[in-house]
């Protein structure tokens, strides 16, 4: 049973900086691709940044010189670091994991930042 957990969310001042981590049950390489993701209360869950198995990275472009998507290969663990917070990225960011049409989703950890 693939299980994903994501930790680091909490409340951040507006240009303030955190590191989320999404720790994997097995090896980060069975998945063709990661992701994070973030939902704020009435909005559609967003796609926030991916890599996949080579170690590419994408991003959504308000994010994008902000956010850093990397992997720890020994721990099975993905991280989001996101710098310059602002008010608009307040949400619940999730982690998936994908192989094939399989999706996996960890449960979530909230992200507030106050301006």
């Known amino acids: 049973q693939v299980q994903l957990v994501e930790s680091g969310g909490g409340l951040v001042q507006a240009g303030g900086s955190l590191t989320l981590s999404c720790a994997v049950s097995?090896?980060?390489?069975?998945?063709?691709?990661i992701g994070w993701h973030r939902q704020a209360p009435g909005n559609q869950r967003e796609l926030v940044a991916t890599?996949?198995?080579?170690?590419?990275?994408d991003y959504t472009e308000s994010v994008r010189a902000r956010f850093s998507i990397s992997r720890d290969n020994i721990q099975n663990t993905v991280y989001l670091q996101m710098n310059d917070l602002q008010p608009e990225d307040t949400a619940v960011y999730y982690c998936?994991?994908?192989?094939?049409?399989?999706?996996?989703w960890g449960q979530g950890t909230q992200v507030t930042v106050s301006s």
């Open positions: 097995e090896n980060i390489f069975n998945f063709n691709m």
């Open positions: 998936s994991a994908h192989i094939l049409s399989s999706t996996y």
């Open positions: 890599i996949n198995v080579g170690g590419r990275t």
